[in-house]
């Protein structure tokens, strides 16, 4: 219901406003520094790509090792050798995503993780187009880069962060549950989705901005990814 083209048009007088003032006051924390390739660990070799947005890049740390990529990298060590590259911006959409890996060289991969969709509520990006994007990334990951499982973490539920005030924190968690629902749906094997732990959104572990993950949170993802992962093996 909140996620419904016509109740946003008649919420929009507050919606706008909202989202403005949002804006204005949000704190801009930079991405963090450190390496985004490297080779760690040991055991069998595990080519990993990590793509998609600011909590894929790791906003709201400050360094990568405590980010998802170091933090995925360190788990998954203890059985892999890792050869691991980071592609991830601030801001990106699926399509920014699609874009800034289809002028990436070819190189192989194994496994690659996603982390993508909060960008593409904000920009209202409807569900039909978030559904194809993200089907041409799969194939493109596939083709190019010769992924044999990819990983597409769940959407966060926005309807708790902190930062967002009501109504458009409900409005924006409704979408992105419908957007969550859309990865779900498409779960195939080698095309994988794992689903936000909504019961571990405590505001004390994001970040100072109330948006973004803090490093505890990014341990619990890189865990859950990492078992996962695991769980399913080395695709070759």
Known sequence: ?????????????????????VRRRALVLPEPRGARRGIAGSGPVLRLLIAGDSSAAGVGVAH?????????????????TVHWQLEARTGDTTADTLARLSDLEPAP?????????????????????????QAALATLLRNRFGIRAQWRAG???MHRFPLLPRPLRDVLGA?????DRVLAHASEPGLYHLPFDETRLDPAMMARDGFHPGAALYTLWAQDLAAAITAHGVPR
């Open 64 to 80: 990568q090792a405590d980010a998802l990529s170091g933090q995925l990298v360190a788990a998954l060590g203890h059985r892999f």
């Open 175 to 179: 979408q992105a549950g419908v957007l």
């Open 109 to 133: 991969f194994d496994v690659a993780v996603t982390a993508l969709g909060v960008n593409d509520v904000t920009h209202q990006v409807p569900a039909a187009r978030f559904r194809a994007r």
């Open 155 to 157: 959407l966060p539920p």
């Open 1 to 21: 219901m909140l996620a419904s083209l016509p109740l946003r048009l008649c919420l929009a007088p507050v919606l706008i406003p909202q989202a403005v003032a």
